[in-house]
T-cell receptor, first 113, second 113 residues
Framework: GENVEQHPSTLSVQEGDSAVIKCTYS??????FPWYKQELGKRPQLIID?????GEKKDQRIAVTLNKTAKHFSLHITETQPEDSAVYFC????????????FGRGTSLIVHP | NAGVTQTPKFQVLKTGQSMTLQCAQD?????MYWYRQDPGMGLRLIYY???????DKGEVPNGYNVSRLNKREFSLRLESAAPSQTSVYFC????????????FGPGTRLTVL
């Protein structure tokens, strides 16, 4: 089955700095890579996703890059703000099966004012 | 639309007690999922249902049973609760179609004493 590794587990930055979270996956059949943000005590919510036929996608201050050859993808947050503080999860979903995504273990991002 | 709803929000059980966690979605989604979330472990799949009438085991099914009552409802049952089942449980659903967002319920925080 799919295995998703996520690093770092904790990331602490100053407000205004950039933050990068990296994930690797093992199943070359994975074609869809969503990122979720989970605030304390809340449910995970999708913030951005990327499909396998795209190398990069951007939405305001967040961007995701994908390298299918190396089987890794990354989340980039620029100009971080205190409200970006949360746990971020990456996931990979293979094109076959029952739409089952495999999640990374999460990165706790702390943005210091 | 209410989206994905879960009941209860909080529950405390004694070892050996049983209970059922309820989940419902009003978005006409085919696939539904139950996850548990433990600190540092990400989201681990317990069971899923690709469509009404079908259920399959995920990564950590031991100690749990599920029922896909109809297209809207997917319940998770703990027959004899153990302290190792103390966790936050999330229900989720995905609409038909590969590149679709997974929607999560608000979660149930379960403590087994």
């Amino acid at each position: 089955g799919e295995n998703v590794e996520q690093h770092p587990s904790t990331l602490s930055v100053q407000e205004g700095d950039s933050a990068v979270i990296k994930c690797t996956y093992s199943d070359s059949a994975s074609n869809y890579f969503p990122w979720y943000k989970q605030e304390l005590g809340k449910r995970p919510q999708l913030i951005i996703d990327i499909r396998s036929n795209v190398g990069e996608k951007k939405d305001q201050r967040i961007a995701v890059t994908l390298n299918k050859t190396a089987k890794h993808f990354s989340l980039h947050i620029t100009e971080t703000q205190p409200e970006d503080s949360a746990v971020y999860f990456c996931a990979a979903r293979p094109s076959g099966g029952s739409y089952i995504p495999t999640f990374g273990r999460g990165t706790s991002l702390i943005v210091h004012p | 639309n209410a989206g994905v709803t879960q009941t209860p929000k909080f529950q405390v059980l004694k070892t050996g007690q049983s209970m059922t966690l309820q989940c419902a979605q009003d978005m006409n989604h085919n696939s539904m999922y139950w996850y548990r979330q433990d600190p540092g472990m990400g989201l681990r799949l317990i069971y899923y249902s690709a469509s009404e009438g079908t259920t399959d085991k995920g990564e950590v099914p031991n100690g749990y049973n599920v029922s896909r009552l109809n297209k809207r409802e997917f319940s998770l049952r703990l027959e004899s609760a153990a302290p190792s089942q103390t966790s936050v449980y999330f229900c989720a659903s995905i609409p038909q179609g590969f590149y679709n967002e997974q929607f999560f319920g608000p979660g149930t925080r379960l403590t087994v004493l």
